[in-house]
């Protein structure tokens, strides 16, 4: 793993991005090295209250210079804090360019700080997709025990329905199943897809979208890839027998249908992966904790730390394809 770059960037500098990612890296010392995009004051600022010198891995801050001091608080949302995390990605994607980092993750960002600044897009899966120039991208959100592929994602309950089309269906299964070889060895992709609606439908008492959308995209994905394929099934049984390891991705309609059950089977090891990419990024499957940001010693790492171990497995996996 040595030779592996990871590319870190802070987040919010008023969350818990800076705090999670200092313990986070201190656990790779000899596994990689990392290139973290942020704001050096900040860093020292959580370094000296945490008690900690040092990073224990080999590290080179980019120093970003972007945090007004004055008035500076942990724990706040503002426009120039959403300001600060949006160019650390910016700056990361220029690394990524010019080949200094083998791969990404993101610390948490604000949406609502992020919004005030002007940023437009949902969150840092649909920017970093639009800043490659990529359309076909899904978020994948797993733990130890699961691993989700999202139809929708960072939408209203009351647009899933019709956001989701065939075409939809067939391009986000496949580049599963594509994901799950390249980045996870998986030579014959086992996926389970839940339906929409309550037991998926019912035989089309609780919905048409089963019928009409899915069953149709699954039997042509059925005869054209080189994956078992099963359902649309209710989304309790299917997470239920992925949880067993009878599949190796569950295809979530929405958000929430994947969220709650990875969150409640492992939300310390969740981790974020953006499918589609050309490269590999992966994040914590949690928020800035502004409620707990002034204190540092209070942010749990693990997710950070899953994250990291996950984005170098997968650069280790895309090199033996």
Not at 189 to 197: A, T
Not at 256 to 263: E, F, T
Not at 292 to 311: G, R, Y
């Given at each position: 793993?040595?030779?592996?770059?990871?590319?870190?960037t802070m987040g919010d500098p008023s969350g818990i991005g800076p705090a999670?990612?200092?313990?986070?890296?201190?656990?790779?010392?000899?596994?990689?090295?990392?290139?973290?995009?942020?704001?050096?004051?900040?860093?020292?600022?959580?370094?000296?209250?945490?008690?900690?010198?040092?990073?224990?891995?080999?590290?080179?801050?980019?120093?970003?210079?972007?945090?007004?001091?004055?008035?500076?608080?942990?724990?706040?949302?503002?426009?120039?804090?959403?300001?600060?995390?949006?160019?650390?990605?910016?700056?990361?994607?220029?690394?990524?360019?010019?080949?200094?980092?083998?791969?990404?993750?993101?610390?948490?960002?604000?949406?609502?700080?992020?919004?005030?600044?002007?940023?437009?897009?949902?969150?840092?899966?649909?920017?970093?997709?639009?800043?490659?120039?990529?359309?076909?991208?899904?978020?994948?959100?797993?733990?130890?025990?699961?691993?989700?592929?999202?139809?929708?994602?960072?939408?209203?309950?009351?647009?899933?329905?019709?956001?989701?089309?065939r075409e939809l269906v067939r391009k986000n299964i496949s580049l599963t199943?594509?994901?799950?070889?390249?980045?996870?060895?998986?030579?014959?992709?086992?996926?389970?897809?839940?339906?929409?609606?309550?037991?998926?439908?019912?035989?089309?008492?609780?919905?048409?979208?089963?019928?009409?959308?899915?069953?149709?995209?699954?039997?042509?994905?059925?005869?054209?890839?080189?994956?078992?394929?099963?359902?649309?099934?209710?989304?309790?049984?299917?997470?239920?027998?992925?949880?067993?390891?009878?599949?190796?991705?569950?295809?979530?309609?929405?958000?929430?249908?994947?969220?709650?059950?990875?969150?409640?089977?492992?939300?310390?090891?969740?981790?974020?992966?953006?499918?589609?990419?050309?490269?590999?990024?992966?994040?914590?499957?949690?928020?800035?904790?502004?409620?707990?940001?002034?204190?540092?010693?209070?942010?749990?790492?693990?997710?950070?730390?899953?994250?990291?171990?996950?984005?170098?497995?997968?650069?280790?996996?895309?090199?033996?394809?």
């Amino acid at each position: 793993m040595n030779n592996i770059t990871v590319g870190v960037t802070m987040g919010d500098p008023s969350g818990i991005g800076p705090a999670v990612l200092i313990k986070a890296i201190r656990a790779f010392k000899g596994k990689a090295d990392f290139v973290v995009i942020g704001d050096a004051w900040v860093l020292g600022r959580v370094e000296n209250s945490l008690g900690v010198k040092g990073q224990g891995a080999r590290v080179r801050v980019i120093d970003l210079k972007n945090v007004p001091r004055k008035g500076f608080e942990f724990g706040k949302i503002k426009k120039e804090y959403g300001k600060a995390s949006v160019e650390y990605l910016d700056k990361a994607m220029e690394l990524l360019a010019a080949k200094k980092m083998d791969c990404l993750v993101t610390g948490p960002i604000s949406k609502q700080a992020v919004k005030l600044s002007g940023f437009k897009f949902p969150g840092h899966t649909e920017y970093l997709a639009w800043r490659s120039g990529i359309k076909n991208y899904a978020m994948m959100l797993l733990n130890d025990r699961l691993r989700f592929s999202l139809l929708t994602g960072h939408i209203p309950l009351n647009k899933v329905s019709r956001s989701i089309s065939r075409e939809l269906v067939r391009k986000n299964i496949s580049l599963t199943a594509m994901s799950l070889k390249m980045l996870f060895e998986i030579k014959l992709p086992r996926i389970v897809v839940c339906g929409l609606n309550p037991h998926a439908s019912d035989g089309s008492i609780i919905g048409k979208e089963e019928k009409s959308v899915f069953t149709p995209a699954l039997k042509g994905l059925r005869r054209s890839l080189k994956a078992v394929i099963a359902g649309p099934v209710s989304s309790d049984v299917a997470i239920l027998k992925a949880s067993r390891g009878e599949f190796d991705a569950v295809i979530a309609a929405y958000h929430d249908q994947a969220l709650i059950p990875l969150k409640l089977t492992g939300y310390q090891a969740g981790v974020n992966i953006t499918l589609g990419l050309p490269f590999v990024r992966t994040s914590p499957l949690h928020g800035t904790a502004f409620d707990i940001a002034v204190n540092p010693q209070l942010a749990d790492p693990s997710s950070m730390t899953a994250a990291i171990k996950a984005a170098i497995q997968c650069v280790l996996n895309q090199r033996k394809a």
